[in-house]
């Protein structure tokens, strides 16, 4: 059928009010396409800016427009992992292949900056079981090339990010607001090779208005404006306490559940009701918290898949108590016993201590029930009697 004049002429004027409507707020130099790209993928582009040929969002995150499409990174989702790191086969052996990535520094950056850089490159790598593994490598050719550069806002330094599998190639330092204290420096450096392998911002929510979550992290108890008010990877303008800052618990939950080395490795998430405790390796259990429970953090890692030396982590039940008890021994309570109803295995941990595990020690209080803990303090403060260690967890 053939499409009248009138018909044409009234679907393009529609287009051209649609367009304006949505150009409005943009410069010119911003392509509506790339915005709303960005926008899908649940970036914040209220203050967008351009940054040589590309956009900083949220202050200091660097979107590389050729690489625009390889973010790979969904409205709802943290991080862009992406291809960096190739979902590996569960195996029977330890993994210790970490996957190296070289920061270079330009020659022009002041030696305050390098030793910024060097501390923060050994914080990244001081996490434990980090499937990467940063290094300074020659200026010109690493897989970061760390720069001066006249940043437009009020951010002291930008960083790519993550895309197309790779990390993001560059963070940008602006000698010109760079008047700040080292600890300061770090934080800033730290932070930003967070955005070079794909973390958001901590503090943001999306234009729909929820948060982005990785498993395991910050608690239901926290709300808006700040979840995780000590986490790195809050935006710069929301960071306090500068001087010698590392990752927050759930920082290291958030990089070590995104980036595994072993990923048999699963964390022990704890619980809390009233006096009680319950642990799960099942975030989708209670996730932040269900049924009464809060959840508070990752009491350490155990394992999915039971390795050389590591025996089964059974878990029970005690309705009338609402009591958890956990045990690597069958036999004590078998299927059930004492009102005790079995539910089952929940993973693995080793019996003996094995290199880089803590003992969890088992304490108990009547009326509380059973708690376990990394922190033998934390028994007694709260006036539990200690009565074993029951197995031994990955540290945090
Ligand atoms: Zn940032």
Redesign the pocket.
Known sequence: MKKSLFTLIFWNLCTVLFLTSCQKNYAPEFNITHINEMKSMGFNTTNIKRFKENYIV????IIDVSKIHGINLSKVTQTSKANLIPNQAITNQPIVNKLSISVGIDPSVSADWITAITNAIQIWNTIPNFKLNFFLGSNNNSDIQISYSNIPGDEIAAGIFSNSGNVGSAIYIDPLKSTIDAGHRQLIIT??IG?TIGFR?TDLVSESGQYFQIAGTYPSNNIWPNPDPVSI?N??SNQTNLLGRAFSRFDRIAIRNTYPLDEIQVPFYRYKNVGKHLYSTSWSELTTGNLGWTYEWAEGYVFSVARAGMSNIHRYWLPSQNDYFYTTNYNELGSGKWGYQYQGIIGFAPTNQISGSVPLYQFYLPNHGHFYTTEYGEGPSNGYTFERVVFYVMSN
């Open positions: 949220e202050n200091d995150i932070h930003e955005h911002h990877m935006r710069m």
